[in-house]
């Protein structure tokens, strides 16, 4: 039997200290099979984003046991974390985060030039192509629309061919005709690469295009 | 390392995001520093090169009012091929009756042996003994041109040629050159038993001698005959000394400006560090190890402090030429003006250092920033250093201070230099925490633009402490130089003139004595002429030890340096003081006594009595130190730093010198006219030309400094500016809901003004209460002197620096101040 490729095992996560100490996720177990999509779906501040960056190593959890792919995130260091997110994981957040001094095609070449691919260019250039960038790859991010910004961090997402994707709220910072042409790339690109999908939003018109939906109330998961 | 050089490359697209700060405070700093080492380099060079043609030889053998005896010129001349001369002070005449005092040289045939005596276009070198060149400087107050005719001692002599350059031991010479050959020399008359003369002996040593040696042992087989020894590696010795205390007062200025500079740096390192912790997030976010990210920063950091280095460097490398353009009539030795590579290494060293050091605390805490601050929408705040990462620039700032003490020419004063500097800065840094507490307490007052201003000073980040350090340190620095210089300059203005003789005798042979009293008598009615014994001759032994023995000559034992002046007295001259020990009685007939001055004598760690041997005409004549004096130097008497008591050393022949006041008769013209005539051996030498030069001499090392410090003054402006532009993005938001809420330009522009010129105010004058004290503690203990200093321009100094401090930092806030709402509204 093949591991999950996500497998949270009764997370919690704590942040902050002394009064301001905050219990963010309490509890939290959650598979995802690969090739699986998943939506989480909960109001603002219910811990949504929070457990995908315990799910992406970005933080540690003060319990429970978080693998990627077969692998216990726990006893890696920072680097070796870095390392499989450029190795497994594609990750789309709702405010692109795209580097500001480097093009489109720069942008989405970085996690492959990293992790050492040869033709890292041509394959960025190709994924461009893909998320139908194919005429602004020497553009700037401060060049081009929310959406187009969207589709570079897609692009850049699905470039190194990850098995996991994660996405925050894609579509939080767009408007709905662009947010929906999004959500249908995002989709399409997950399928195209056999990629696990795990979307974190809290609109239900996203969360519907999921395989399957988990709500998350005050740091809690329910199926 | 290549992927780290593409990223950095193109992070780098995106700005220097405070890099251009950084770049210009190492760039300037390191111009200051390099162009210092650089210059005492190149002087170093210059004397190791010219030292054989500025001495005439591999080695100058030199003793005073004597010449060599029979077994001393032979084994000079089994040392090596030798040239004499003999030289003495001695009066041009011009045909008017205007005279001038010059150094005169009578010279052999094989003089100079290395080197040459240059001399302008027409002139030639006196050819028989009716014959003189003169120095230019000479020949143009009197008036005089190639072939016309004046007057030397007793004779009269044509004027062969005008000299240009010759070698000559020392620095700075006061008086120009004269040369005659050596029976031109004996027509003078000059030569008399007693009169302050000596004679030099250059010497060629055969290939591969070491002249050091070769001097130490004639001097050792000698040691009686009071001789000298200057080899080629000494030869400009007064110009190295020089150009070392200038040197040093620089270096403490480079250092300034480099602390300042350093913190300039460290904020322009933060500004740096803050700009990229958005694309260090992203970056980690996919797939970047923190190797990766260290190094992508530290190429663009070493490839900004780089460049800033070279373009330091550059200056540095340009200096000695400038300097060696500017300075050839001042200094004896042009500085070599080449590059000075030796120097530009440690410059270089130095910058990689101090980069290390201001910068790696903000490379170290941005490359910890945590992707995870992404999904909060917050990576500005930066996580406290582990105390790992604080150590290194610890270390680089040791290692930068070891640097800078190994290699000065003065560890201990580049020790204490540095350690100034860090105390000023520790204390700049306390008032910098003052400030904001002031402002915290008052930061209620006044209407909101005036609240916004005093509550800028203490905001979270204010800069408040680095720039009370980085506008205070330069400022004391000057206050506290401008205040010592003032002081010093007004003393000579004001004592001198009352205490001074106008005129000091030199070589009055002992029974002309009734003849210039009788002189001064008619031509300057209601004078005061003093007459002192005078000769000359070297320690040459301290308490039986031969001071050729004594490997290291103590800092202020220079009455072991060469011949000293040495007089006679039975009664305790004026302006002296007795501190330890006791004078002769006024008849005294015992064994030989002599009294030193006590600071030579403390320097030498000598006891009341101690023995001291002096030479005399190559005779060694031991005394007992009777007592300690306390020397007035203002009175611009005479002041001998030994003093024998009678009995001791007149038996040796001397001549006399003199002093004169003149009184109610302010002109010293007639009285000199009738000594040229009847007294031609006697030499004059007009105490206001001295003075003259002395001041001119002052004032341009004054200028040299304040200039310097100007530079670390606009060092602390750029760092003012820098950390102006560096919160613009929070100025500008305090500025946008200022102006959202209904403020005009103006009253914002008061806002930044309160803030600069509350910053500045307290600054400068603590700076100014700093700067005075340090000066008074050093114009009163060290100089000895009284404190007055030119306060108007003392008070004109910080209040200038307030004016240039609120200027360049309302200058740097411009842009802020100029956004419109609606732009900044979409930038915040």
């Not at chain 1, 039997?1 to 905050?22: F, H, K, Q, W, Y």
């Not at chain 1, 959406?147 to 994707?165: F, N």
């Not at chain 2, 770049?23 to 080492?37: F, H, K, N, R, Y």
Request: charged share 20%.
């Amino acid at each position: 039997m093949t591991a999950p490729l996500i497998d949270l095992d009764n997370v919690s996560l704590t942040l902050g200290a002394g009064e301001v100490r905050t219990h963010i996720l309490k509890g939290v177990s959650l598979q995802l099979a690969a090739g699986e999509s998943v939506a989480v779906l909960g109001p603002s501040g219910s811990g949504k984003s929070s457990l995908m960056a315990i799910i992406a190593g970005l933080e540690r959890p003060d319990e429970g046991r978080v693998a990627l792919d077969g692998q216990n995130l726990a006893p890696l260091g920072e680097d070796a974390l870095a390392r499989l997110r450029g190795r497994s994981l594609g990750i789309i957040l709702q405010a692109f985060h795209l580097l500001p001094t480097m093009t489109a095609i720069e942008n989405v070449a970085v996690p492959l030039e990293l992790a050492g691919v040869a033709d890292a260019r041509e394959r960025a250039r190709s994924e461009l192509e893909a998320v139908g960038l194919g005429h602004r790859l020497s553009h700037y991010p401060a060049q081009l629309s929310g959406g187009e910004q969207q589709r570079v961090a897609i692009a850049r997402a699905t470039a190194p061919r990850p098995k996991l994707l994660l996405a925050d709220e894609p579509t939080g910072n767009l408007d709905s005709t662009t947010g929906a042409g999004i959500v249908d790339l995002l989709f399409e690109r997950a399928g195209a690469a056999g990629a696990g999908l795990l979307v974190i939003t809290h609109d239900p018109a996203v969360a519907s295009r999921a395989g399957r939906t988990v709500r998350m109330a005050d740091g809690q998961l329910e199926e | 390392m290549k992927l780290a050089w593409r990223l950095a490359r193109r992070d780098l697209k995106g700005g220097l995001g405070g890099l251009g700060l950084l770049w210009l405070c190492l760039a300037v700093a390191i111009a200051g520093l390099a162009s210092v080492t650089s210059l005492a380099s190149s002087v170093d060079r210059a004397i190791a090169a010219q030292g054989r043609t500025l001495i005439g030889g591999d080695l100058l053998l030199s003793v005073a009012q004597r010449e060599a005896s029979a077994d001393e010129q032979a084994a000079i001349r089994a040392l090596g091929r030798s040239a004499k001369s003999v030289g003495l002070r001695a009066m041009l005449v011009a045909p008017g009756g205007e005279s001038m005092l010059a150094d005169l040289t009578g010279a052999d045939e094989a003089w100079p042996l290395a080197g040459k005596l240059a001399l302008a276009p027409g002139g030639r070198r006196p050819a028989n003994s009716g014959e003189v060149a003169i120095g230019s400087a000479a020949a143009e107050r009197l008036s005089l041109r190639v072939g016309d005719k004046f007057r030397l001692g007793r004779a009269e002599f044509t004027l062969a040629g005008i000299i240009e350059s010759s070698p000559r031991e020392g620095g700075f010479a006061m008086s120009p050159p004269a040369l005659v050959d050596e029976a031109g020399l004996a027509r003078t008359g000059l030569i008399q038993p007693g009169s302050l003369s000596w004679t030099a002996y250059q010497i060629l040593l055969p290939a591969g001698q070491d002249p050091n040696a070769a001097g130490l042992g004639f001097q050792r087989r000698f040691a009686e005959g009071g001789w000298r020894a200057t080899d080629r590696s000494e030869g400009g010795s007064g110009t190295r000394r020089f150009v070392d205390r200038l040197g040093q007062m620089l270096l403490l200025v480079a250092l300034a400006a480099l602390a300042i500079g350093g913190l300039g740096m460290a904020s322009a390192a933060a500004a740096f560090a803050a700009s990229r912790r958005q694309s260090i997030a992203i970056l980690k976010l996919v797939g970047a190890p923190r190797a990766t990210i260290n190094a992508m920063l530290l190429v663009e950091l070493g490839l900004v402090a780089g460049l800033a280095i070279l373009a330091g460097l550059a200056v540095g490398a340009a200096t000695p030429a400038l300097v060696a353009s500017i300075s050839a009539p001042l200094l004896a030795v042009a500085p070599d003006p080449n590059p000075q590579w030796g120097a530009l290494g440690e410059a270089a060293l130095f910058g990689v250092l101090i980069t290390f050091a201001a910068s790696w605390g903000a490379i170290a805490s941005a490359s910890e920033t945590r992707p995870a601050q992404l999904l909060r929408g917050d990576v500005g705040g930066s996580a406290p250093l582990a105390l790992r990462q604080r150590i290194w620039p610890l270390l680089a700032l040791g290692a930068a201070a070891a640097l800078t003490i190994a290699s000065a020419t003065n560890h201990g004063f580049a020790a204490s230099g540095i350690g100034v500097i860090a105390v000023l800065a520790a204390l700049f840094a306390a008032i910098g925490e003052a400030i904001r507490r002031i402002a915290r307490g008052l930061k209620h007052l006044g209407g909101p633009t005036t609240r916004l201003g005093i509550a800028a000073l203490d905001r979270p980040g204010a800069a408040t402490g680095r720039l009370a350090v980085a506008l205070g340190l330069g400022l004391t620095l000057l206050i506290a130089l401008a205040a010592t210089a003032s002081s010093i300059l007004a003393e000579i203005d004001s004592s001198i003139p009352k205490r001074a003789p106008a005129l000091f005798l030199v070589d009055i042979p002992r029974d002309e004595a009734k003849r210039v009293k009788r002189m001064a008598a008619s031509e300057l009615p209601g004078s005061e002429l003093r007459l002192v014994p005078a000769l000359r001759g070297p320690v040459i032994a301290v308490n039986g030890t031969r001071v050729a023995d004594i490997r290291d000559i103590p800092e202020g034992a220079w009455i072991l340096r060469g011949d000293r002046g040495l007089t006679f007295a039975d009664e305790l001259p004026p302006a002296n003081r007795i501190v330890a020990g006791e004078w002769w009685p006024a008849d005294y007939r015992g064994p030989p006594l002599v009294s030193i001055d006590v600071d030579a004598a403390t320097a030498l760690g000598l006891k009341i009595g101690d023995t001291l041997t002096v030479g005399v005409l190559g005779r060694p004549i031991e005394a007992r130190i009777a007592s300690f004096r306390q020397i007035d130097w203002r009175s611009m008497g005479f002041n001998f730093a030994m003093v024998f008591a009678p009995g001791a050393i007149d038996s040796a022949p001397y001549t006399l010198m003199a002093t004169i006041a003149p009184g109610a008769a302010k002109s010293t013209a007639g009285f000199e006219r009738r000594l040229v005539e009847e007294l031609p051996m006697v030499s004059a030498v007009r105490v206001a030309e001295v003075v003259e030069q002395a001041k001119a001499l002052l004032g341009s090392i004054d200028g040299a400094v304040r200039i310097a410090t100007g530079f670390a003054i606009a060092m602390g402006m750029i760092v003012l500016a820098g950390s102006v532009v560096a919160t613009r993005r929070e100025r500008r938001r305090d500025i946008v809901l200022l102006r959202l809420v209904g403020a005009t330009r103006g009253e914002v522009a008061r806002s930044q003004l309160v803030e600069f010129s509350l910053l500045s105010a307290m600054v400068a004058v603590a700076a100014l209460v700093l700067g005075v004290i340090a000066a008074w503690a050093l114009v009163t203990f060290f100089f000895d002197f009284s404190f007055s200093p030119d306060w108007p321009w003392l008070v004109a100094i910080p209040a200038g620096a307030i004016f240039l401090a609120i200027g360049a930092a309302l200058a740097a806030a411009l842009p802020a101040l100029n956004a419109r709402p609606a732009e900044g509204l979409r930038a915040l």
